[in-house]
């Protein structure tokens, strides 16, 4: 069982944090799926990975290689087999996948007040059905893990 890791967006843009959570899932020899709602984002991610410097390996949902992309970008479920699911855009997140999945990274816009909403529902749903999760900020200047379920539980005893 996977757990859902929650980054708070302050600093950097989208693009750069998901092609940074990208590679190390690659790294770890992970299958990614970037889970999101919106076609139109997802082919502006798809246009950025690519002229980005390095070569990061993925597609766009609905090519003739869906499953056979290491990273795919899509507004569905699955697809590529993934082990590290990446939702984008408050893209629904279940326990079934967290549950599936080795890791699920939930981004979202801490400038988006909506966002920030959506990402509070969700953390509760999820650590309430019984997933681990953990939340992470870039306030500081550089990532940095801010509370987990464990944190949670050890503060309510």
């Known amino acids: 069982?996977?757990?859902?890791?929650?980054?708070h967006l302050t600093r950097n843009p989208l693009d750069v944090t998901l092609a940074t959570l990208v590679e190390k899932s690659l790294g770890a020899g992970w299958r990614v799926e970037v889970?999101?709602?919106?076609?139109?984002t997802l082919?502006?991610?798809?246009?950025?990975?690519w002229l980005r410097e390095g070569f990061l390996p993925h597609g766009v949902a609905g090519g003739e290689y869906d499953a056979e992309q290491p990273v795919l970008l899509t507004t569905a479920t699955g697809g590529n087999g993934a082990q590290c699911l990446m939702s984008i855009e408050?893209?629904?997140?279940?326990?079934?996948?967290i549950a599936a999945a080795q890791r699920v990274?939930?981004?979202?816009?801490?400038?988006?007040?909506?966002?920030?909403?959506?990402?509070?529902?969700?953390?509760k749903?999820?650590?309430?059905?019984?997933?681990?999760?953990?939340y992470?900020?870039?306030?500081?200047?550089?990532?940095?893990?801010?509370?987990?379920?464990?944190?949670?539980?050890?503060?309510?005893?």
């Open 90 to 97: 408050g893209a629904e997140v279940s326990p079934e996948d």
């Open 125 to 134: 749903s999820l650590t309430d059905a019984g997933c681990a999760a953990q």
């Open 43 to 49: 082919q502006r991610l798809d246009a950025s990975l």
């Open 1 to 7: 069982m996977g757990a859902a890791y929650f980054y």
């Open 105 to 123: 990274c939930i981004l979202f816009d801490g400038h988006d007040g909506e966002a920030v909403v959506h990402a509070r529902t969700q953390w």
């Open 35 to 40: 889970r999101g709602r919106s076609p139109q």
């Open 136 to 157: 992470w900020s870039e306030e500081s200047g550089r990532w940095e893990k801010k509370a987990d379920t464990d944190d949670k539980k050890a503060s309510e005893t």
